[in-house]
């Protein structure tokens, strides 16, 4: 072979292996996700202005520590009530927002509501939890619920002073007409102070239950 072309030969050669040196990434691959931030300072002063307001109203409360958990989940700035006026079964960590708009919703709409409609107070709410690290719907890929950001709760009874339990499940679309326009009341009021209201006019997955959230865009089903 020809020394020229012996010595192109060679330059090919190397620059193949100059220009390949970079591995190509795999299809479908992405970066690992960036672990969440801390709450700023911003943030902070937000929530301590909210728990003050929460001890002028009288509402006794846990300050919890700030956690962040796998899957971007996360528990900031929350608190856990423990006197609003009336009991509350199974609340853990909410944002302290939220669990504001939650006392002021019990008391000066849900009481009313009840003494209107049924002739009774209510003397405990039933609820069926606030944080869960789940995504929206419990349906993998979707996005992640605000009960992953401590920012949720969902409600399913209330417990009236005659000893009465009015349930979304059994009373929504049930035979009693002064209990279908409580629930229906109860809702309607929620959707004016919290963010986001779903119940069972919304999807099948809540037709036990009223979610209340303070997250995202405004929306009332």
């Not at 009336?86 to 302290?96: D, F, I, K």
Request: glycine share 10%.
């Amino acid at each position: 072979m020809p020394l020229a072309i012996l010595l192109v030969a060679m330059l090919a050669l190397l620059l193949a292996g100059c220009v390949g040196s970079k591995r190509p990434k795999r299809p479908g691959s992405r970066p690992a996700a960036a672990a969440p931030a801390r709450p700023s300072a911003e943030f902070n002063r937000e929530m301590a202005q909210c728990r003050s307001r929460l001890l002028q109203q009288g509402v006794k409360f846990n300050v919890l520590a700030d956690r962040t958990f796998s899957g971007g989940c996360s528990a900031w700035g929350t608190i856990q009530l423990l006197d609003i006026g009336m009991p509350v079964t199974n609340l853990g960590a909410m944002r302290c927002p939220l669990a504001e708009k939650f006392a002021i919703w019990a008391n000066e709409a849900l009481q009313p509501a009840a003494k209107a409609w049924l002739d009774a107070p209510v003397v405990k709410v039933e609820s069926m939890g606030t944080y869960s690290c789940r995504p929206v719907n419990g349906r993998a890929g979707n996005k992640l619920s605000e009960h992953g950001r401590s920012n949720a709760v969902d409600v399913s009874a209330f417990i009236l002073a005659n000893g009465r339990r009015i349930t979304v499940k059994g009373d929504w679309n049930g035979p009693d007409g002064g209990a279908r326009d409580f629930l229906r009341a109860v809702h309607a009021s929620a959707c004016r102070r919290f963010t986001t209201v779903l119940g069972p006019s919304y999807n099948s997955l809540h037709h036990d239950h009223f979610h209340f959230d303070m997250g995202g865009s405004k929306f009332c089903r």
